[in-house]
């Protein structure tokens, strides 16, 4: 079982930059799917950007391409999404979410790549971060 704790939230100016950083424990995230997910109140709940623990794989969302990057630093467990050239409608709350079911089921699809896929399957994440806020804001 994994634990996710993650930071680096806050307030920031629009065109500004944030880092969010997402630190595993409690076992390896090698093998797991990760994917950093946004939600607004009263909105459905967005995949930003994915990861694969053992490959580095990565997808964006149209909203993320451009302006995000998801890394992951296996040394230390973590998972980082770069947020550049912020603007209000990224304001949100940010989770990082991690699952070994997902990690496996996306590698099976042939849809879509396994990315892409660890990102719509956001219902079937177990472990989920605590959720860190982003506002974008003059």
């Known amino acids: 079982q994994v634990q996710l704790v993650e930071s680096g939230g806050g307030l920031v100016q629009p065109g500004g930059s944030l880092r969010l950083s997402c630190k595993a424990s409690?076992?390896?995230?090698?093998?797991?799917?990760i994917g950093w997910f946004r939600q607004v109140p009263g909105k459905e709940r967005e995949g930003v950007s994915c990861?694969?623990?053992?490959?580095?794989?990565?997808y964006y969302a149209d909203s993320a391409k451009g302006r995000f990057t998801i890394s992951i630093d296996n040394a230390k467990n973590t998972v980082y999404l770069q947020m550049n050239n912020l603007n209000p409608e990224d304001t949100a709350i940010y989770s990082c979410a991690a699952d070994v079911t997902v990690m496996m089921t996306s590698s099976i699809l042939t849809s879509m790549p396994a990315a892409q896929a660890m990102c719509s399957m956001k219902l079937g994440y177990d472990y989920w971060g605590q959720g860190a806020q982003v506002t974008v804001s003059t």
């Open positions: 990861i694969s623990g053992s490959n580095g794989d990565t």
């Open positions: 409690g076992d390896s995230l090698d093998n797991y799917a």
